[in-house]
């Protein structure tokens, strides 16, 4: 871990510096052309100035980007709606009530699957289907749905990354409950646990390390579902809320605050779950 | 209308009773592929039987029997959808993607400091909601199907280059000495060993990405469009509250991304034969 740490810096540097100096190359078109409406010559330095301070660049520069959350975070009030903490909290509470919505799914299904042989055999297959339909494709459909049947607000956002968030976790779940081997089962047996003990004493346990796995993706996809269950219900709020207004509107430095508003949110929640699962598993002896 | 429900719940009761029967039995290859068709045959009925007994509106959650001849009519607009967003953007996202994130991958292998650095970054970049580019990448380049295979490339490439960069270091280090000691070179080594040893990896990555590019093509259409496209249909067709035509966009949506999978895994079946996975 510790070897890495130089390699990260550097291909991190260099992705700065490739921004700053993309920035340069996609904004020029426009500073020029604002250049030769004034009747001015740009030097290269102040080339350089000018697309790295545009409004609505093409790219902005990783500077003004932090500038603008900056600004939008720390300097408005957190219950204003050009907050961004106020539109990070309208997504992350869909994604929460998504995830454990997801996660409780999730695991109910798989000790169906893993104790009902006909569940095993009829649901397993269509769980795994389930997938290769694009939900974030009727996204809308489900938001507009539910928005005429009188349901509006967090459940929608909720339901879309609660469809994302439960397949991980019911396949890493299935797989978890079944890793006891015969003989940790048969010694069960010799100890003639009965099946609630079977499940709560080996099983369950055993599934730890794969469900936190699990768990980590789930979270990651419920993010994703919770953005992009915003954006048909019109731009009103949230980050996926801020990215469509900002889209509209050509505000690029706007977009691209929520875009690393969401990747922070992503990297917090998943690194708690990291933390969870250290010290969990520590504390079961597992790590 | 209790006729319906009723219909509903015997078929419901009868499909689940014939598939415990059919799981008792032992596992054969035609049960394996039966049963989970009756259950959802099953599904289906209920859907019609729970749709018609309520007399749930249309514009809520219209029956398979109207999406199906919703399908049937208007076949010459799914397809001409069909081809902007998957054929154009999503397959060529696909390929463009996949094809740079083996090629780097291949670059970060030969070099261990790349491999240090970049694939921490990776490995973070791909837990990312990365559909959020999709915007900008819309703006980037125009509302047309590139901007929509750029949006699949960047999606792509992240979940590809991580798994084949674990792939490629799959192989032992013993396999790698036995190969030294045939003089083999690095470009032998890689092709003759280290390549097939990563294959599995590499299908892995493939089949990842297969359902993240179709994702990714129809939500890039959310953000601007022509007027034709899977995700252009579904978000002006609900506006409109035509969910029989929204649903047969789905079943279009859920034929071909289960296709694109399983067409990859028949593939990864044939080329990762010896995989201790494919064995049966």
Same mark, same amino acid.
């Given at each position: 871990m510790r070897g890495s740490v130089v390699p990260v810096l550097t291909v991190v540097c260099g992705i700065f510096v490739i921004w700053y100096a993309a920035a340069v190359w996609l904004n020029a078109a426009w500073a020029y052309d604002k250049a030769a409406r004034s009747g001015t010559e740009l030097s290269t330095q102040m080339l350089i100035a000018d697309t790295w301070s545009q409004d609505k660049p093409k790219l902005p520069a990783p500077h003004q980007v932090v500038v603008e959350i900056w600004e939008t975070t720390a300097q408005k009030k957190i219950t204003s709606k050009r907050s961004l903490v106020y539109h990070s909290w309208i997504t992350l509470s869909a994604t929460l009530l998504g995830f454990a919505l997801g996660t409780g799914l999730g695991i109910a299904l798989a000790v169906g699957i893993v104790y009902n042989r006909t569940m095993d055999r009829s649901v397993m297959p269509w769980v795994i289907a389930s997938q290769t339909i694009p939900i974030l494709a009727i996204a809308p459909m489900i938001i507009v749905v539910l928005n005429a049947a009188g349901i509006s607000g967090l459940l929608p956002k909720a339901t879309i990354s609660m469809y994302l968030s439960f397949f991980p976790v019911v396949v890493g779940m299935v797989k978890g409950l079944r890793s006891p081997d015969q003989m940790q089962l048969d010694q069960m047996r010799t100890w003639s646990a009965s099946g609630a003990q079977t499940f709560w004493r080996l099983r369950l346990p055993a599934s730890m390390p794969y469900l936190f796995t699990s768990l980590k993706i789930g979270m990651a996809a419920s993010l994703v579902g919770a953005i992009v269950g915003e954006l048909p219900t019109g731009a009103v709020a949230g980050l996926g809320a801020r990215l469509l207004a900002g889209s509209y509107y050509g505000q690029t430095i706007q977009i691209w605050s929520a875009l690393l508003m969401a990747a922070a949110l992503a990297a917090a929640l998943v690194g708690l779950i990291g933390l969870i699962q250290r010290i969990t598993l520590n504390r079961m002896g597992m790590a | 209308m209790?006729?319906?429900?009723?219909? +509903?719940?015997?078929?419901?009761?009868?499909?689940?009773?014939?598939?415990?029967?059919?799981?008792?039995?032992?596992?054969?290859?035609?049960?394996?592929?039966?049963?989970?068709?009756?259950?959802?045959?099953?599904?289906?009925?209920?859907?019609?039987?729970?749709?018609?007994?309520?007399?749930?509106?249309?514009?809520?959650?219209?029956?398979?029997?109207?999406?199906?001849?919703?399908?049937? +009519?208007?076949?010459?607009?799914?397809?001409?959808?069909?081809?902007?967003?998957?054929?154009?953007? +999503?397959?060529?996202?696909?390929?463009?993607?996949?094809?740079?994130?083996?090629l780097i991958a291949i670059l970060v292998d030969r070099y261990d400091f790349l491999r240090r650095g970049l694939l921490p970054v990776g490995n973070f970049v791909a837990a990312l909601p990365v559909i959020g580019l999709a915007p900008i990448l819309v703006m980037w380049f125009g509302f047309d199907w590139q901007s929509k295979a750029a949006v699949v490339v960047v999606m792509v490439f992240f979940p590809m280059l991580v798994n084949t960069v674990q792939g490629l270091s799959a192989s032992s280090s013993m396999q790698r000495d036995l190969m030294r000691t045939w003089a083999a070179g690095y470009w032998t080594t890689l092709l003759r060993l280290r390549l097939p040893a990563a294959m599995p990896f590499i299908f892995n990555g493939l089949k990842i990405a297969s359902t993240l590019a179709l994702i990714g093509a129809i939500v890039a259409e959310f953000f601007g469009s022509p007027i034709r496209g899977m995700g252009f249909r579904i978000s002006t067709s609900v506006g409109q509250l035509a969910l029989d035509l929204v649903w047969a966009e789905i079943v279009v949506a859920a034929i071909t991304g289960s296709a694109f999978y399983g067409v990859i895994a028949l593939i990864e079946r044939s080329v990762t034969f010896w995989h201790p996975s494919q064995r049966h």
């Open positions: - | 209790t006729g319906w429900l009723i219909f +509903a719940l015997l078929v419901w009761a009868g499909g689940w009773w014939l598939n415990a029967r059919l799981a008792a039995r032992p596992a054969t290859g035609f049960t394996s592929l039966i049963i989970p068709v009756i259950f959802g045959l099953t599904l289906i009925a209920v859907w019609e039987g729970v749709v018609r007994g309520f007399e749930i509106s249309p514009v809520l959650l219209p029956a398979p029997s109207a999406i199906a001849a919703r399908f049937a +009519a208007s076949t010459s607009i799914l397809w001409e959808d069909f081809v902007q967003t998957v054929i154009r953007g +999503a397959l060529t996202g696909y390929v463009l993607g996949c094809g740079s994130a083996f």
